[in-house]
């Protein structure tokens, strides 16, 4: 199986089927040139999980896998080889809205990180919540062992409440932080370095305000934050290179001038490949070679939401059920 990168986009539908509440979610793989991959399986699969009508459903793509999010149970999916299984069930929280999860790739162990985050007490009140009661816990992924046995709690304390679903640099895991969790966000990141399984705050370049609005991306295996504020009164894009994560020291490593390459109505959500950021220009995707200072390529956007992928001959063990894969329909069924 070659590992090119491609385009994944994702299209969430719900069902009713049977009496049954179902979500569905569909996945379309298109290459970097624009081209749906109508040679390869993956090019439309499906998959249909259990779940009530408005319940939250979300999911992140990591190295091949798909890491996917509903009514408090976490599933893994890898469309190449058409598996997916529901992970252990992670530790029941008491407090509905801090049902975090994040979810990452460690090259160095080849393993594969779920990190979610709960509230283990029920009996503090609302108003007193204390972020002391907040635990993080994590499931490990590797294709020796399988699934770890169950999930690991960490035993240092998270400062802050994650306000996202967190993003994987450089094997260090990074969320944007909340005082409270229905709160404001404060000007802080919260990190989390899987090797020494401690915490670290970091704090934001001083020349922002705040981060709330903004989006994290890895830029080369470094944080990098946008600087989509002034959006869309300005059409200056600065990314901002977290160069040292003990100091909180940021550097500007780019200032591109939007309005230059005809760009005026970008939306600020960005994902990056090599040295190149893609993000949405009205209903296109544009490629931005930040090295050449030019727009390489601008394709036709499938669907609002899109992630870099490639495939991968990861097993999820044999507590996964294999899909039912539909030639005709380009259908898979768990």
Known sequence: MENVPKLLFVERV??????????????????????????????????????????????????GLICILI?????LCNPAIHQVCELPRCSPSAFSLDNLVAFGYLRSKKEYKVVHFFYSDASFCFREIQFAELKCEVLTLNEVSGISNGWKEIAEMTPYHPDSSGLLVNECMYWFAKFHPCGRSTDR?????????????????SCFESVSGLKMIDLKGMLCLPDTRRFPQSSILDLWILEDKISSTWVKEYSIDLDNF????????????????????????????????????????????????????????SSASYIRYMIKDSFCYC
Request: contains cysteine.
């Open 262 to 317: 005809g760009l005026q109505d970008v939306k600020p959500f960005f994902r990056t490949l090599n040295e190149e950021i893609i993000f949405r220009h009205l209903d296109k995707l544009v490629f931005f070679d930040l090295k050449g200072n030019r727009v390489r390529r601008v394709i036709k956007c499938v669907e609002d939401s899109f992630w870099i992928y490639s495939e991968s001959l990861f097993s999820l063990g």
């Open 189 to 205: 990141i919260i990190a989390f370095d899987f090797e020494n399984e401690k915490f670290l705050t970091i704090y934001r370049p």
């Open 14 to 63: 719900y069902l009713l089927r049977s009496r049954e509440h179902t979500h569905k979610l569909r996945f379309v793989s298109v290459d970097m040139e624009g081209e749906v991959q109508s040679n390869e399986e993956l090019c439309s699969s499906t998959v249909i999980i259990p779940g009530r009508k408005h319940a939250v459903c979300e999911w992140i793509v990591c190295s």
């Open 71 to 75: 009514d408090r149970r976490i599933y």
